[in-house]
Nanobody, 126 residues
């Protein structure tokens, strides 16, 4: 399984970005996918995840109501729509795939994930 994250950049506070995670080597519909971020000097944080098959989602409290995770199985791509961005959203964003499939369940714990993309930098200026 290979993952490639893209879509990061510099945006002003209050703006929006959409991150993409292109998945290859596996059918996306069979994989729970998570988005994580890491700010300088901080631990990696699980931002959001989407379960395999039935697309249940979960969000960190810090992004709930502002971020939306979705998948397009035809394009083998998972998206993270980020709205109302804040300076504390700054960091490197990673997507990851979990090969353990539990229907309706996804995890925001990094240790659960087996494959990782290279990360894309999001910088929110205040």
């Amino acid at each position: 399984v290979q993952l490639q994250a893209s879509g990061g950049g510099l945006v002003q506070a209050g703006g929006s970005l959409r991150l993409s995670c292109a998945v290859s080597g596996f059918s996306l519909d069979d994989l729970p996918i998570g988005w994580f971020r890491q700010a300088p000097g901080k631990e990696r944080e699980g931002v959001s995840c989407i379960s395999a098959k039935d697309d249940n989602t979960a969000y960190a409290d810090s992004v709930k109501g502002r971020f939306i995770i979705s998948r397009d199985n035809a394009k083998n791509t998972v998206y993270l729509q980020m709205n109302s961005l804040k300076s504390e959203d700054t960091g490197v964003y990673y997507c990851a795939a979990d090969t353990l499939v539990i229907p309706g369940i996804c995890s925001r714990q990094a240790y659960e994930y087996d494959y990782w993309g290279q990360g894309t930098l999001v910088t929110v200026s205040s």
